[in-house]
Each structure stands twice: as C-alpha cells, then as structure tokens.
Antibody, heavy 119, light 108 residues
Framework: EVQLVESGGGLVQPGGSLRLSCAAS????????MNWVRQAPGKGLEWLSY????????YYADSVKGRFTISRDNAKNSLYLHLNSLRAGDTAVYYC????????????WGQGTTLTVSS | ETVLTQSPGTLSLSPGERATLSCRAS???????LAWYQQRPGQAPRLLMN???SRATGIPDRFSGSGSGTDFTLTISRLEPEDFAVYYC?????????FGGGTKVEIK
C-alpha cells in the first residue's frame, strides 16, 4: 500500500523550532519529488516547499523562505521539514505530498500532522 | 505568482445532479499543467486530475476536466453521496505552484 505518514507536530511557543518527518512506504521513494503543503484551520491549501527526487532542486514559498528547511534521506525513505522562528500564523495541518519526478502535481498525500504555535 | 480563482465558493446540489466547477488563472498556465484535488472532511486531499484533463488512477469517469490557458473546469456528471467535498485546483506550470481557494460542493 502506498503510504506517507507524517509525524512531529505538536504545540510550540512562538519563536520556537520543530522538525516534521514524513515516512514513505509502498512505492519507490527515490523516484518521487516531495513537497510540504499546509492548511490553516478552516482555510485552503498552501504549498510550502519542494525537493527533487535526488535532493538536488529545492524551492520554497516566500512565506517560509529563510525559516523552513526541507531535506530528505532516500536511504531511510524519509522527508523532513525543519521549522524555525515559528509564529502563530504557522498553525496548520502540515501534509507531505509526493509528485512524479517529471512533474509537480501531487499524486500521493499523507494524512497530515498538526502544528499549533501558541504561548 | 499565478493566482487561481475558483468559483463558485459553494455549490449546493442534490445527488444525481451535475456539478460544474471553475478555476480561472491570473495568467496563462504553462503546458496546461493544472490539477484538481478532492478533500473530504477530516481527510487529506486526493488527486483527481492532472494535465487539466487526465484522470488519476482509480478516479471514476463521472469526473472530467477541461480547459486551457487561463480557464479550466472540473465536471462531475452525476453527484454521488461521496462526492460532497471541497475541491481545489492547483497549477504547476508556473513558479511557484499555487492552489485555488476551493469550491465546496454541499448537499442541497
């Protein structure tokens, strides 16, 4: 079964840091580019970051550039997102999503992990 | 960045009716690289369409996509109970990728 499972969410104080993880199974992880997408409570989807299948190409949305860092470990079938300088506006469900290496539509999605930034 | 405007915001229909959802881009979407996703309450998004009109694996043929350039449409020919959800378009032809604000299809 194709599966992505996110973890690492929780309650963090403003200004804090966190690392989210996404574990892949059931497909050849190294053949997929990966993304992080978030959804604030009651809101739509916001793309955050992209990393190529080999970890080569990396892109960020302006809203998180300089604060968030995406990485992957193909040997461990895992994707990561390091979040720094967190603010209340980062409160959201964070999804990892896989895209075929030749494209950028998101074919595979995890169930999400919830981050709440609050004092 | 390419802004995607989805309309209507909410569509109230009955099971068996036809649903027509619109996604309009602020500039031409390169390659007509537009995807549609379905999100049921409490669930993650699910890919329905890519390349504007190609159904993803396992998606029933009552879902169809069309359009090019700046105007795209998702049509559900006959609504089933499980189709009542929120639908998002996403363009991936221009950088950065962007999502529309969503259309909620609710039971009338």
């Amino acid at each position: 079964e194709v599966q992505l499972v996110e973890s690492g969410g929780g309650l963090v104080q403003p200004g804090g840091s966190l690392r989210l993880s996404c574990a892949a199974s059931g497909f050849t992880f190294s053949h997929y580019a990966m993304n992080w997408v978030r959804q604030a409570p009651g809101k739509g989807l916001e793309w955050l970051s992209y990393i190529g299948s080999g970890g080569d190409f990396i892109y960020y949305a302006d809203s998180v550039k300089g604060r968030f860092t995406i990485s992957r470990d193909n040997a461990k079938n895992s994707l990561y997102l390091h979040l720094n300088s967190l603010r209340a506006g980062d409160t959201a469900v964070y999804y990892c999503a896989g895209a075929p290496s030749y494209s950028r539509y998101m074919a595979v999605w995890g169930q999400g992990t919830t981050l709440t930034v609050s004092s | 960045e390419t802004v995607l405007t989805q309309s209507p915001g909410t569509l109230s229909l009955s099971p068996g009716e036809r649903a027509t959802l619109s996604c309009r881009a602020s500039q031409t979407v390169s390659g007509n690289y537009l995807a549609w996703y379905q999100q049921r309450p409490g669930q993650a998004p699910r890919l329905l369409m890519n390349g504007a009109s190609s159904r993803a694996t396992g998606i029933p043929d009552r879902f169809s996509g069309s359009g090019s350039g700046t105007d795209f449409t998702l049509t559900i020919s006959r609504l089933e109970p499980e189709d009542f959800a929120v639908y998002y378009c996403q363009q991936y032809g221009n950088s950065p990728v962007t999502f529309g604000g969503g259309t909620k299809v609710e039971i009338k």
